[in-house]
């Protein structure tokens, strides 16, 4: 930028943050169950013609849980679960069953495992 006439700079703008209800379109929920800790899939690797933050968050899902994309992401976890509900909803990512209240003592050992194998990845 160029001096004015007074020879001081000129202020410059400020970067504004995109507030995360733009993203969204100003929803704040989904009609997906999607807990933090649910595992993402995505069942076919074409060109699905998504831009702009949907496009981060599905090249990012793969084989990981809803927290860690919105970690991944730099994005609040509300924004991401509306992000992934509506790509579950498209048929471009999977979400692979959690445990539940009737879940089997086999079933939540599976997902201490899980978790840990990726805790220790880190």
Known sequence: MTPDSNGAEPERPTARRVRPYTITSGRTS????????????????????????????????????????????????????????DLVEQGLVEVQDTITDGSSTDERIQLIERTLRGLRAY
Do not use: H, K, Y
């Not at 997906?32 to 899902?61: I, K, Y």
């Open 30 to 85: 989904t009609s997906v169950n999607l807990p933090v800790e649910a595992r993402l899939r995505r069942p076919r690797a074409f060109e699905t013609g998504l831009t702009g933050v949907s496009r981060q968050v599905l090249d990012t899902c793969d084989r990981r849980s809803v927290a860690e994309v919105s970690a991944l992401t730099s994005m609040p976890i509300g924004v991401v679960r509306v992000l992934l509900g």
